[in-house]
């Protein structure tokens, strides 16, 4: 079974611009979240999609925002982008709530 | 917001030690516990996972204990490897997000 896919595995942006994150789920699994890693905040929550719905929403500006499309695949969107956001950004799939969570490799994000 | 830390930021071991990474947790209605490995380049790998019905799971070569009197967890690699060397993470389940602790980076010298 193919694990987490996600895309692309690195990204340069400036200051104000948008950029979109591509996540594919491990084949069956219909949750996705997404996790912003920096060295200083380490792992942070920023939200859960479950069947096309977002069910949880970490604490992060409106900027950010996702997406699941009908086959369990998932964006997110960062707007107006900040220093700040430069950071590894990582999805992880699961079958449901109480099941553990599989990760992708990430993408990490840098804005200049 | 209450939130998941880990006792020591780094723990050097020699090949072959058993290695021990602790963790502790405050909130006591969290009923889920995982623990992952991460390595530079690479997104977190399941180790092991916990519910808080129980007190310990042991996998291949990991154990991880839960003692929620006191609110902590750890988790024991035995025969610690080189490639074993990486960032471990214990994360509770918090409704479907989970909350991460800040990690103990493993290094193990042969």
């Known amino acids: 079974k193919a694990g987490v896919t996600q895309t692309p595995r690195y990204l340069i942006k400036t200051r104000g611009q948008q950029v979109t994150l591509s996540c594919s789920p491990i084949?069956?699994?219909?949750?996705v979240s997404w996790y912003q890693q920096t060295p200083g905040q380490g792992l942070q929550f920023l939200f859960e999609?479950?069947?096309?719905?977002?069910?949880n929403k970490g604490n992060f500006p409106g900027r950010f925002s996702g997406r699941q499309f009908s086959n369990s695949r998932s964006e997110m969107n960062v707007s107006t982008l900040e220093l700040g956001d430069s950071a590894l950004y990582l999805c992880?799939?699961?079958?449901?709530?109480?099941?553990?969570?599989?990760f992708g490799s990430g993408t990490q994000l840098s804005v200049l | 917001g209450e939130s998941v830390g880990l006792h020591l930021p780094t723990l050097s071991v020699q090949e072959g030690d058993n290695s021990i990474i602790n963790c502790a947790y405050s909130?006591?209605?969290?009923?889920?516990f995982i623990w992952y490995k991460q390595e530079s380049g690479k997104g977190p790998q399941f180790i092991i996972d916990?519910?808080?019905?129980?007190d310990k799971r042991q996998g291949q070569r990991v154990t991880v204990l839960l003692n929620k009197t006191v609110k902590h967890l750890s988790l024991q690699i035995a025969a610690t490897q080189p490639g074993d060397s990486a960032v471990y993470f214990c994360?509770?389940?918090?409704?479907?997000?989970?909350?991460f602790g800040k990690g103990t980076t493993l290094s193990v010298s042969s």
């Open positions: 992880a799939s699961s079958g449901d709530v109480n099941e553990k969570l599989f």
């Open positions: 084949s069956g699994h219909r949750s």
């Open positions: 999609y479950f069947s096309e719905t977002q069910r």
């Open positions: 909130n006591s209605a969290s009923d889920y």
């Open positions: 916990i519910r808080s019905n129980m």
């Open positions: 994360a509770e389940k918090a409704g479907t997000a989970l909350i």
